[in-house]
């Protein structure tokens, strides 16, 4: 049986491919979403991709993630510099959490460099645009796998 692999985005990813390209790319979440769902069938995996621009939002589906994933990868967006809800939320998450960022983090404003979901990531993949959820589920395969 085939395991499943929730993917949250946060706020503002919904506008991927027309909000500020030159930092986030081209490729649309609609994009990111079918070559999450290509790929996992590849690794053996299912993946349930969801989308929220409101925190108590994400929070729900992680907690709704603690009853049937395997695992969580996450693209916290703005909450990763904010949320310390999140990051409890995924705390109480048993399964491996894998941090993603399409932007390099760390090259960006100060105030970016801070992640509170570090804290509870096993994995942070940061700076290799759509391709970040790619090596994501690939890494994830690997945690999840026996």
Avoid at 16 to 27: K, W
Avoid at 64 to 91: E, F, K, Q, W
């Amino acid at each position: 049986m085939s395991k499943l692999i929730v993917i949250l985005n946060g706020p503002n990813l919904n506008l991927l491919g027309q909000r500020e390209p030159e930092t986030y790319g081209y490729a649309t979440l609609a994009d990111i979403e079918a070559d999450c769902a290509a790929l996992s069938g590849e690794l053996g995996l299912v993946t349930r991709f969801e989308q929220s621009n409101h925190e108590g939002a994400l929070v729900d589906m992680i907690q709704a993630a603690r009853g049937d994933a395997a695992g969580v990868i996450i693209n916290p967006a703005a909450y990763t510099h904010t949320s310390v809800a999140i990051l409890d939320a995924l705390s109480a998450f048993d399964g491996p959490v894998i941090e993603v960022h399409l932007s390099n983090i760390h090259k960006r404003e100060a105030f970016r460099h801070h992640s509170y979901v570090s804290a509870r990531a096993d994995a942070v993949i940061a700076g290799c645009g759509a391709g970040g959820y790619a090596l994501a589920l690939r890494h994830m395969a690997g945690l999840v796998s026996g």
